[in-house]
């Protein structure tokens, strides 16, 4: 394994308008005296009493600007090729679990409007009412089925997302992070944080005064710095969907993605992520959709269509979670841009009300295995196990905008 080419702490040094970490630090006002946490310009509603939609974030985070959507997944599991390797499901039985995203600082799930659609024997919404996750549980029926269909959409609205720059900056390391937001601490799949790469990126890029700067300024430093030091990031986030048929998300993942220093924008993602839980900061990769229908902005994504994505969040400590999106960031002139202003895609996003969340990993592994690309969804078949390439599976994202709604 090969370090990351270029240390975070040598493009600091070299740039005009970047804030060397020690700088950072002497030049902040103290977290004891923070400003006003009025909304910055252009915020249309955040935790006031006319926002009764749960999951506020709190100062300095806002949202607003909300949206309505129908969204879910549409998946079709079968055997690939013409058949002659039996049924799908020969009569174990088993699960199917899709992730979904039910309580969200951006997105607010209603399960009251579920719907389904699905050749299986019965299906539960498994997790409490307000918890932040919750899963979709089909029950594999115990008999032989050709292939597995399933069908799921639920009423969403999502916000747009902003920061107040100057307030984040005052914020200080905690003392501890709450257990439910530690969790993202620690390594998963395709984000191998343990990893030494990360850890020494980490500790060239703080040089020394990691724990001195304030923990928005960190985070955002070391956001760009990883996003810097890739060659090159391929513009197609799903495996097959230039064809039409998706298949999953196309991600090596943080440790192989460094090795060569190109890879997907999930590959992107997976880095920052993992870098940032090197640091100490709780972060999370986010997979879901894109609404790209009469878009006028200069995303990536496609336009005219509904597409999957990804991008992440880190937790600022008593605010909640701030989105960024490594991606998009890429190519805004990273290496000139000034620590304490506002950077496109990096906590101020207006286009998260165009973004429906499906879950923090790319497949709820605590409820079973994929049998090819992550997309979200796992199963456990009882009746037999799959070779690489034996199952193919379709996911079509579903997301039906309802247009602008009030509070």
């Known amino acids: 394994m090969i370090q990351l080419a270029i240390p975070i702490a040598m493009v600091i040094a070299s740039t005009g308008t970047g804030v060397p970490w020690s700088t950072a630090q002497q030049a902040t006002p103290p977290a004891t005296n923070p400003p006003a946490t009025a909304p910055p310009p252009g915020t249309v509603s955040g935790p006031i009493p006319t926002d009764p939609w749960p999951a506020w974030p709190a100062p300095p985070i806002y949202r607003g600007n909300p949206r309505g959507y129908t969204a879910g997944l549409d998946l079709t599991i079968s055997i690939a090729g013409d058949g002659s390797s039996g049924p799908l499901v020969g009569g174990g039985g088993g699960t199917l679990t899709m992730g979904l995203v039910n309580r969200d600082p951006f997105c607010i799930a209603d399960l009251r409007g579920l719907e389904t659609r699905h050749n299986v024997s019965s299906f539960k919404v498994a997790g409490p009412d307000d918890a932040p996750e919750r899963q979709l549980v089909f029950q594999v029926p115990d008999k032989p089925l050709a292939a597995l269909t399933v069908r799921a959409s639920w009423p969403v609205i ?22 439910q937001v530690a969790r993202f601490l620690t390594p998963s799949p395709f984000i191998e944080s343990e990893a030494p790469v ?32 890739f060659q090159s990031i391929g513009g197609t986030t799903m495996v097959s969907e230039e064809a039409g048929f998706i298949r999953g998300y196309r991600v090596e993942g943080a440790v192989l993605a460094t090795e060569t220093l190109t890879g997907s924008p999930a590959d992107l993602t997976c880095a920052c992520v993992a870098v940032l839980r090197a640091a100490g900061i709780p972060a999370r990769p986010v997979i879901g959709m894109d609404h790209g229908r009469d878009r006028k902005d200069k995303s990536k994504l496609p336009r005219g269509r509904t597409s999957m994505c990804v991008w992440a969040e880190f937790h600022l400590p008593g605010a909640g979670w701030v989105p960024f999106d490594p991606w998009q960031m890429r190519g805004q002139g990273l290496p000139q841009k000034n620590i304490r202003a506002e950077w496109r895609w ?4 207006d286009d998260m009300n165009r973004r429906v969340p499906l879950g923090y990993d790319f497949a709820p592994y605590a409820f079973g295995v994929t049998p090819d690309w992550p997309a979200g969804w796992t199963w ?17 994202p579903v997301m039906i905008s309802r247009g602008p709604v009030r509070p």
Do not use: C
């Open 380 to 396: 456990r078949v009882n009746s037999r196990s799959f070779s690489p390439g034996q199952v193919t599976n379709v996911v079509s």
């Open 158 to 179: 999502a916000f747009s997302s902003r920061i107040d720059e100057a307030h984040a900056a005052t914020i200080a390391w905690p003392r501890n992070w709450d257990p």
């Open 198 to 229: 990360f850890r020494d990126f980490v500790t060239k890029a703080s040089q020394g005064q990691l724990r001195k700067t304030p923990i928005y300024l960190a985070a955002k430093d070391l956001v760009r710095r990883t996003i810097m030091e």
């Open 346 to 349: 990096f906590g101020s996003i």
